[in-house]
Structure formats: C-alpha cells, structure tokens
C-alpha cells in the first residue's frame, strides 16, 4: 500500500475532469456551463437550464419548446408503479419513498438499461425529468392521505409539480405566479454544483455501468443525509427549536462553539465555499421578497437573519471561512409555499436531478472514465490462524 494517498473525504482527489459546472470557492464564484449563476438566475428558466447542462448549450426558442413537450408526454407513471407506495407507512420520510421509487423505474423499462446506447440514454434522461416530480408528488400525497393527481400536461413543468403537490381531484388548483417563479428559481440554483456528494454518488455507481435509474436512486440516498440535501429540514427544525425554547441566538452560538452535543449552525459552511455561497446571496432576497407575498413566517426568517448577522461577525465562524449555504435561507421560503420539512430535501432532489444526469451522462461518455474503486490503508489484523 506504499504507493496510495490517503485523502479522506476526497478533499484533495479529482475523480473526473467536467466541462459541467465551475466554483471558484475562494471568490464565491458558481457557473453552468460558463455562465455565471446571476446571469442565469435573471434570464433563464430551470427548464433551460436544465437542457443547457445535459447538452452543454442552451436551446434555441424551437429546441426548448420541444424539449418541455417531449417531457410533458412523458410525465405518466405506470399504474403498477402506484402499488409501491401502498406498502410504506403512512409517516415515512419521502426521500426515501422518491429514491425507492425512482429505482423500481429500471423494472419498469427494459428498453433503458443499456448505458452506451445513445436513444436509451435519451429516454431515460426525459422519462428522469418527466417522470420525477410525479413520484416526488406521489411520496407527498402518501404521506397526507389524499389521492395521487395525473399530471396536466398544458401545465409548465413547475405548475405541473405543484398542482401535483397541492391539487386535489374535487377541485381546480389555483397556481400562483409568485409561487411558480420562485420555485422555479430555486430549482435552477440546485440544479448542479460539481463533485458533490450525491453527484459523486450517481458518477460512483454509474461507473459500473448501472442504468441511469439506479445510479440517480443512489444519488437520492446520497442527498438525504443531514449533512448534504437533509440540511435544509435540519436548518428549519434548528430555527424552530430556537423559536419555540425562546432561545436567543448568542445562546444557541454558544452551544454550536462548545460544540455542544455535536451541534452546529445548520445551512453554515462549505466544502468548497470559504466565502458567501452566491446561491445563498440570491435566496436570501428571494425569501425577504417572496415572504412579503405570501406572508409566510417573518420570525423565522428573522431568526436565520440575526443568526447570519452574529455568525458573519464571529471569529469563530471567521477563523473557518464558514458562510451561509444554499440550505440557510430556502426552508423559510419552502414553508411559506406551503411544504411540510419533510419535503424540503426532495425539491432539492428535483433541482439537482438535471445535474446528476449531466454528470452522469459525461462520465458514461469519457473515455478516460474507469470503475470507481479508492483504495485503503489496512488496519486490521495481521494473519491470524483459526482456533489457535
Ligand atoms: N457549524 C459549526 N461549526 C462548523 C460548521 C457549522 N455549520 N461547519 C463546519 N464547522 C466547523 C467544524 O466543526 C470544523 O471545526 P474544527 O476545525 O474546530 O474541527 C471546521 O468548521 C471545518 O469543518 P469540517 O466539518 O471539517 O468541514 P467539511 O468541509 O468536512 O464539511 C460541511 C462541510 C458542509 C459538511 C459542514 O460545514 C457542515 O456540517 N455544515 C452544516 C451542514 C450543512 O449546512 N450542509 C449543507 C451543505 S451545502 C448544500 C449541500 O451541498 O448539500
């Protein structure tokens, strides 16, 4: 083992080369494609951006009018795919209702489990885009009691999920605009951010030739911890301890200094990021515009708000470069559109699908790409012998 690197955490291992997304940590830099996040974020729509990181350009009108058609058509599940959801408890998470359902999608389509076939990449990458927010809506549904809506497909993707979302079959859902463009928004600002883990995840089980399915189910797992997409749920159970203990949050800074009980300041810090996260500079004023709307719960937000204040001015935030993150702001503004926490790290699930499809898709076609498999440093036994 002489000659191996031990990096834990792969702080300092490229496992790709991506022409995808690129940071610039030190500068709080975020890029698709080469475009810069802001530019993105005022012009684009997630559906175009979506097409942009699969295909490295962004459509022309034609090309993206297509795109959302072809998607559209494609939004229908297979009935027997509803016989899934029967068999989890009414209280489970839906993260991994989505990651289990999205998996049983590679039983469904034998015609998509070839990873060097180009028309079965294709399809797999739109039944993905179509097919996704319907489970995701699915999980949801399950997890109310009420029945599960078809999707109308002169709805815009985003209108489409909500209605699956909120909808009910007695009634006609009304769509907000404010709401539509907001979600919309924070889906695209997910919507890539290179190596992270659950990309790293879906490249990891793609590379061993795995369907798209099975490596974007894995990524789903990947995004449900705490430390990853679960960190937007944990950021507003953290606000809503604080709220509901009338804690102050120099308090709550002490017991995250002391490292009390392994708590930290959720929705804070980086692997990359050692500077303000420039998703996070954007929610940040979309939750203060949008909570106006909607008039969702301004003391939450002004509990993350005097939070960030206090942590930005703090050595101890300041010795480790930690910053708010992509997660900080966008519970307060989930909830205020009327999503349950247990929600929360599945629409980040549906922001960062495009992303896991594009990385996998150029994973599959670099010739360069090999099975991921790191190696160790061996701390176990010496040769024993049984029974001596
Ligand atoms: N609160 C308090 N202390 C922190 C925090 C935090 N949020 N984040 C890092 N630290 C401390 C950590 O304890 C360590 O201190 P010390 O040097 O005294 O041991 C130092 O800062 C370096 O942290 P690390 O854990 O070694 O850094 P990492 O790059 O391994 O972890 C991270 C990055 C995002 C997992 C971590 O910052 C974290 O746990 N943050 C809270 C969870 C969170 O918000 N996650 C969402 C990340 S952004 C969206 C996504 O990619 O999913």
Not at 242 to 250: A, H, R, Y
């Amino acid at each position: 083992t002489g000659d191996v690197t031990y990096d834990p955490g792969f702080m300092n291992t490229a496992n790709a080369k991506s022409a995808v997304t690129f940071i610039d940590g030190d500068e709080g830099v975020l890029r698709y494609r080469g475009y810069a996040i802001e530019d993105l974020a005022k012009n684009s729509s997630f559906m175009e951006v979506a097409y942009l990181l699969i295909y490295g350009e962004l459509p022309t009108a034609d090309t993206l009018a297509a795109w959302e058609e072809n998607i559209a058509r494609h939004t229908m599940v297979h009935e027997d795919i509803k016989n899934f959801f029967g068999g989890f408890p009414r209280d489970a998470h839906p993260m991994p209702v989505l990651s289990s359902s999205v998996s049983a999608l590679s039983t469904f389509y034998s015609d998509s489990q070839d990873p060097f076939d180009e028309e079965q990449v294709h399809i797999s990458t739109i039944r993905l885009l179509a097919k996704v927010p319907v489970l995701a809506s699915y999980a949801f549904k399950k997890s109310l009691g009420q029945p599960f809506m078809y999707p109308k497909n002169d709805l815009n993707y985003v209108e489409n999920f909500l209605r699956l979302c909120f909808g009910v079959p007695a009634e006609d859902y009304e769509i907000d605009p404010d709401v539509v463009k907001a979600l919309d928004l924070l889906l695209m600002l997910h919507a890539d951010h290179e190596q992270n883990c659950s990309t790293s995840t879906v490249r990891l089980v793609g590379s061993a030739h795995a369907n798209m399915f099975a490596s974007v189910s894995a990524g789903i797992n990947a995004l449900y911890g705490p430390l990853h997409g679960g960190a937007n749920e944990a950021v507003l159970n953290m606000l809503r301890r604080i709220q509901s203990e009338g804690m102050k949050p120099e308090e709550f800074m002490e017991k995250v200094k002391n490292k009390e009980d392994g708590v930290k300041l959720m929705g804070f810090g980086h692997r990359v990021y050692k500077n303000y996260d420039p998703r996070a500079k954007i929610i940040k004023s979309t939750a203060e515009e949008i909570l106006v709307k909607l008039g969702g719960n301004d003391e939450l937000l002004e509990i993350a708000q005097r939070l960030e204040e206090k942590a930005l001015a703090d050595d101890y935030f300041i010795e480790r470069k930690l910053y708010p993150n992509v997660d900080f702001y966008t519970g307060v503004i989930y909830k205020a559109m009327g999503f349950p926490e247990k929600m929360f790290t599945v629409l980040f699930a549906l922001g960062r699908l495009p992303g896991w499809i594009a990385q996998w898709r150029e994973m599959i076609e670099d010739p360069e790409t090999k099975i991921g498999r790191p190696r160790q440093i061996y701390t176990g036994h010496p040769l024993r012998t049984y029974g001596a």
